[in-house]
């Protein structure tokens, strides 16, 4: 690491949305502003490399992020490459989960040994609209919305859509799937989410049901989810 980026690195790790939402040996790392694609290594760079430069802005900030989370594990000098699904592919013996939207970027990463999969999702509490529901929510979960105030609508339904995003990432670690948003239920439960297959007889692998964390802050959504290594 250079001096640029130690510099950089205590200046963005203050004020952590994800951390109070991860248990013991999750690292978090977060930015609320963007790196340069010189933070990138020359392979990660190659990935980027016809992108768009917002798009390089924030593929290069989710990899400062991760950078630094890994450097919490004792791991340095690693390349951050993608699977053709774009899933990372993390040091051998660690799972973790990347995250960005306008103004904000998280990387975590935690050990095999503890954790099978590691997902985070941020999202505006603005970012889903109501055509929106039809194609991302189930019939059960939209009668839910419907009947709520009109002021918590569109946050729940914020809730709702990234939980399924931290439950894509974190189960594509150790099940592979490519799953549509209405196969899998979420129902919040005071301060935590819950998902499930939306219909019995699929998705078998999930023997109960799944529970992530939640919060709201800076007019974002912040969702998390943490499966365990079996032991
Ligand atoms: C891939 C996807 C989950 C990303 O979510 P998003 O809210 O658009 O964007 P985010 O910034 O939160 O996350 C993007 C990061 O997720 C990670 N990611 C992408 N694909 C992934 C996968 N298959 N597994 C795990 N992590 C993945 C990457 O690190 C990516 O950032 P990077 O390309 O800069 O490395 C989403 O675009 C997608 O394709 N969803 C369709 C599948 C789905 O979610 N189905 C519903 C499940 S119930």
New binding site residues.
């Given amino acids: 690491m250079d001096d640029r980026s130690s510099m950089q690195a205590s200046s963005r790790q203050s004020a952590p949305q994800f951390s109070p939402l991860l248990p013991a040996g999750v690292a978090a790392v977060e930015s609320t502003t963007t790196v340069s694609d010189a933070t990138l290594t020359v392979t990660e760079r190659a990935l980027i490399a016809s992108a768009v430069p917002d798009r390089v802005r ?2 290069a900030t ?2 400062w992020c991760a950078r630094h989370a890994l450097s919490k594990l004792g791991i340095v000098g690693f390349s951050l490459l ?1 699977d053709q ?4 592919i993390w040091p051998e013996g660690i799972v973790g ?5 306008n103004g904000f970027c998280a990387a975590v990463v935690g050990r095999t040994d503890e954790f099978a999969g590691i ?1 985070i ?3 505006h509490e603005s970012c889903v609209t109501a055509n929106l529901w039809p194609h991302l929510f189930t019939a059960e979960e939209r009668a839910w919305l419907v009947q709520l105030p009109d002021e918590q609508r569109h946050r729940m339904a914020a809730l709702l859509f990234s939980a ?2 931290s ?3 974190c189960q ?2 150790f099940a592979k799937e ?4 209405t ?2 239920r979420v129902i919040v439960e005071g301060d935590r989410w819950r998902v499930s297959p939306a219909s019995t007889g699929s998705l078998d692998w999930i023997r109960d049901s799944f529970s992530g964390r939640f919060a709201f802050a800076n007019q974002r959504v912040h969702t998390s989810l943490v499966v365990r290594a079996a032991r």
Avoid at 85 to 88: L, Q
Avoid at 97 to 101: D, G
């Fill in positions: 924030e593929f989710g990899r993608a699904s774009r899933a990372p989960s990347i995250t960005h939207v997902g999702d941020a999202e399924k995003e439950f894509y990432k594509y670690q490519w799953l549509d948003f196969s899998v």
